[in-house]
């Protein structure tokens, strides 16, 4: 472990005790969320905030009562972040701190791929010290090419290796939107989820599908993948839709997506993992609707529309509906970011994690 490595964790050490207080990486409103009843939602397990994971790697028994139950976890979860820069650990390290701490996140949700050999320790390392967990990701990319094969070996085997993997990797999705893109008929895609699930059974760690309700829909409604799938893992882009106008009229677009999901998903816990409103548009960002307005305001005014409606999403079947902003930073991927590409925030941004 290098220095830079040792210093954070020694921060991130005093901050959970609140001996620096607020900082740069804590603000004063972070803290263990309570809900209405009274109840710390999980505060005994990771990834709830106020959880701390510990410096040691864990015997293996203690996955058993390790993850907070997902039928708890709702409102915001954290952040997609992508990982095509092959960020340093170091980089890793700082932007994974500042979710948990500045944001009050739990999980990130990896986007994009990084071929560098041992990248996924990397993840796995910034997580652990920054007490995050994730939602990993085998990328298929956008070339219809069969370079997606070498990455899911290599995470594969990364989770089977590294002893601390299984203690932050949440679920392992295939994607992004790989029915909408036509990366791999239904069967195949499906006989990939069963595969993955078989691999890592010993290891506990649940398999799913990135996907947008269309990419199901233009495929028949793929049922034999819903219901193979562990969790559900939705793309909720409502700025692509025919009837898309400004962000605040949004809900019912939200509404169409997800009681399909609920229709045909049998009781499954559901996420909005792909989930956002662009700030611009982009070659590969355009509306279908001539009425959608792609702004800071519209950006910032979805995510407050989502926590609006905290209390609905929570009673959605399966533990309710726990949702990502898309994305970090605008670095990333131009329009989505919380931060701009010069690194300030665009907009206040606090949702709530409980309700």
Known sequence: MNSFTILSTLILFLLHRNVLGASSHRPET?????????HH??????????????????????????????????????????????QSQEQLIHEFLDIRFHFNSRYVRLYGACDREGFYDDIVEAAWISGLGVHALIWFGFNLDDVWIGRRDTLLAALHANPRAKFITRVLQFGSEPLFDGVLPVDELTAQVEMAKANLSSLGIPVTVSELAFGYQERGGAQELLDALDSINIHMLPFFSQEASIANNSWPLVLNDLDWFIDHGNGKKMYFDENGWPSVTSPGVQPNSPDAVADIQNEHDYYVLLDNHCEDLKAVVGGGIGWFAHIYSDNQEPGYGIYNSSGHLKFSFHPRTSC
């Open 30 to 38: 972070a803290s263990v969320n309570v809900d209405v009843s009274g």
């Open 41 to 86: 939602p999980g505060a005994h397990c990771f990834p709830a905030l106020g959880f701390q994971p510990p410096p040691f790697t864990p015997p293996d028994s203690w996955l058993d009562n390790w993850w907070c139950d997902a039928a708890d976890e709702h409102a915001f979860m954290g952040f997609s972040y992508e990982v095509t820069a092959c």
